[in-house]
T-cell receptor, first 111, second 115 residues
Framework: DAMVIQNPRYQVTQFGKPVTLSCSQT?????MYWYQQKSSQAPKLLFH???????NEADTPDNFQSRRPNTSFCFLDIRSPGLGDAAMYLC??????????FGPGTRLTVT | KQEVTQIPAALSVPEGENLVLNCSFT??????LQWFRQDPGKGLTSLLL?????REQTSGRLNASLDKSSGRSTLYIAASQPGDSATYLC??????????????FGKGTLLTVNP
């Protein structure tokens, strides 16, 4: 089945230690998104790629970076995680402005 | 700035009941509206997508309606089951050029269906 895959599902990192979360898709969608969701809150868009065109949200901290080496893969890099970055990170894809499909998420814990 | 509100924040019903979840948005210039389901600790599952030109969409026991001019959408769940227990989120996509890819989410309605 076509799908959005996120690895790992659970990630524990130390305060200040760089961490990378990965997302892959078999839908061949041209738009990929990264969201941050904290407990009982709505998902918050960090950035998205339209093909190779990177679009950062104005309030996304510089600590968060992203890479999209090809259509299928997208990475979220957190350069120096703080305790406030502990959250669920959700990857999503869409074909243009159509329906968004989400992956299962990566739960990040910062110790 | 688009704001999306979902009422109620939580809802508890007995199994078999029909129920309605509400979503309202402040800017009617939307491209589409999407309803999602989220189970605890999991990602979002897309339930229904309504284009701005549509009035409703149906999938199984789910029916979503859209009244763009009044900034409202409802998700109707027929004959609720314990397996329907989850958080339901609605999200709108703007109809405005460069920011057309960004969804604005409500905070969700936590639904509990009791056996």
């Amino acid at each position: 089945d076509a799908m959005v895959i996120q690895n790992p599902r659970y990630q524990v990192t130390q305060f200040g230690k760089p961490v990378t979360l990965s997302c892959s898709q078999t839908l061949n969608h041209n738009v990929m998104y990264w969201y941050q969701q904290k407990s009982s809150q709505a998902p918050k868009l960090l950035f998205h790629y339209y093909d190779k065109d990177f679009n950062n949200e104005a309030d996304t901290p510089d600590n968060f970076q992203s890479r999209r080496p090809n259509t299928s893969f997208c990475f979220l890099d957190i350069r120096s995680p703080g305790l406030g970055d502990a959250a669920m990170y959700l990857c999503a894809t869409s074909r243009l402005a159509h329906e968004q499909y989400f992956g299962p998420g990566t739960r990040l814990t910062v110790t | 700035k688009q704001e999306v509100t979902q009422i109620p924040a939580a809802l508890s019903v007995p199994e078999g009941e029909n129920l309605v979840l509400n979503c309202s948005f402040t800017d009617s210039a939307i491209y589409n509206l999407q309803w999602f389901r989220q189970d605890p600790g999991k990602g979002l599952t897309s339930l229904l997508l309504i284009q701005s030109s549509q009035r409703e969409q149906t999938s199984g026991r789910l029916n979503a309606s859209l009244d763009k001019s009044s900034g409202r959408s409802t998700l109707y769940i027929a004959a609720s089951q314990p397996g329907d227990s989850a958080t339901y989120l609605c999200a709108v996509r703007p109809n405005s050029g460069g920011s057309n890819y960004k969804l604005t989410f409500g905070k969700g309605t936590l639904l509990t269906v009791n056996p």
